[in-house]
């Protein structure tokens, strides 16, 4: 039966171990879109109609779901435990929105040019680490930099073990670039600001002709207004066999509760905390502060622990 379920799709050990023995009979499905009133999702043996119960509403469910439908009538069962969700807090009073779940990777998208910017990037890390998936910071434009090395060693010095990859989001050789982490069943996500070349990354990714871009509408970004308004994100099919989500409304971050993915960034005063004097040390006024000890020392940016502060703050404070 193994061989049968759809690896291709992102299948694996993670989901295929949360069923039970009486689900056998079900068709895993992931889910490809998620419309206002109905869900369309990929199996083996091609895209099915979900039905949801009365219960449900389709802001449930993201883009990246797995879920178990009957395969005769496309009637949802259930939705299967996530391994990673991007989430966007709902501005003002709006509930939170799902906008992809399991992915992968998330490659932060930036271009090496003037819109570089630090401590937007690391917003970006805190987020992917908080949501459970793997960043990669991705570095556009490099065709018209002087130097792209410098803008990847300053990407590079942003977390502990982070790849960053230059390229030209418009040159085929961005698929061969990012080959690692859009193999068959890898499921990746792109954010970043408006203009750094996320919609040319998808479009190279997923390797449309260029005489047919504005034919696939699919590939454009759904809040393009217009025919897409239907579909909040959708799973298109990358070349190197992986998925790849549009992401359209992840533009500006508001950074709540993410303290582990704010220690995953931080690592290195994560690390020093305890050494601190204080248990609850803000690293700010302290006597005995191993951090500011560090800064001191200069083996610690100050830069570096301002923006941990901030972030730190804005994410809801103490530890
Ligand atoms: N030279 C060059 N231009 C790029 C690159 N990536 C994107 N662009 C251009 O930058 C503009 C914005 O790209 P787009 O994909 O729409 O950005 P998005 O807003 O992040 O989706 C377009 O004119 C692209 O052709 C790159 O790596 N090199
Ligand atoms: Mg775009
Ligand atoms: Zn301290």
Redesign the pocket.
């Known amino acids: 039966m193994a061989d049968r379920l759809p690896e291709r799709l992102g299948w694996s050990s993670f989901f295929a171990d949360q069923l039970a023995a009486d689900e056998a009979a079900l068709s895993p499905a992931r889910v490809d879109a998620v419309h206002r009133g109905r869900l369309t999702a990929l199996t083996v043996a091609g895209q099915i109609e979900i039905t949801l119960p009365a219960r449900d509403d389709t802001s449930q469910y993201a883009v990246g779901d797995w879920v178990l439908a009957d395969p005769v009538t496309g009637a949802l069962h259930r939705r299967l435990e996530r391994k990673a969700l991007l989430q966007r807090p709902g501005e003002g009073r709006r509930p939170t929105q799902l906008v992809a779940a399991n992915i992968d990777t998330l490659f932060i998208?930036a271009?090496c040019n003037a819109d570089f910017n630090i401590a937007r990037l690391e917003r970006y890390l805190a987020f992917a680490n908080d949501a459970g998936t793997e960043p990669v910071i991705v570095l556009?434009?490099?065709?018209?930099a002087d130097d792209a090395a410098a803008f990847e060693q300053q990407a590079a010095a942003l977390q502990r073990d982070l790849p960053v990859v230059t390229?030209?989001?418009?040159?085929a050789d961005?698929v061969v670039a990012l080959s690692p982490w859009c193999g068959a069943g890898a499921t990746v996500a792109l954010v970043?600001?408006?203009?750094?070349?996320?919609?040319?990354?998808v479009?190279t990714l997923v390797g449309v002709a260029w005489g047919e871009r504005q034919l696939t509408g699919g590939v454009r970004?759904a809040d393009a207004k217009g025919r897409h308004t239907t579909t909040s994100r959708s799973l298109h099919a990358m070349q190197g066999g992986g998925w790849v989500i549009d992401t359209p409304g992840i533009r500006t971050l508001h950074l709540k509760d993410m303290a582990e993915g704010l220690d995953i960034l931080f690592a290195e005063i994560t690390e020093l905390a305890p050494s601190c004097k204080f248990r609850n040390c803000t690293h700010d006024h302290e006597p005995g502060c191993a951090v500011r000890a560090a800064v001191a020392a200069g083996t610690l940016d100050p830069e570096r622990l301002a923006r941990w502060r901030k972030l730190q703050t804005e994410s809801g404070g103490g530890r």
Do not use: I, Y
């Open positions: 998208v271009s556009t434009k490099a065709d018209t390229l030209n989001a418009r040159s961005a970043g600001s408006s203009g750094v070349g996320k919609s040319t990354l479009n970004e």
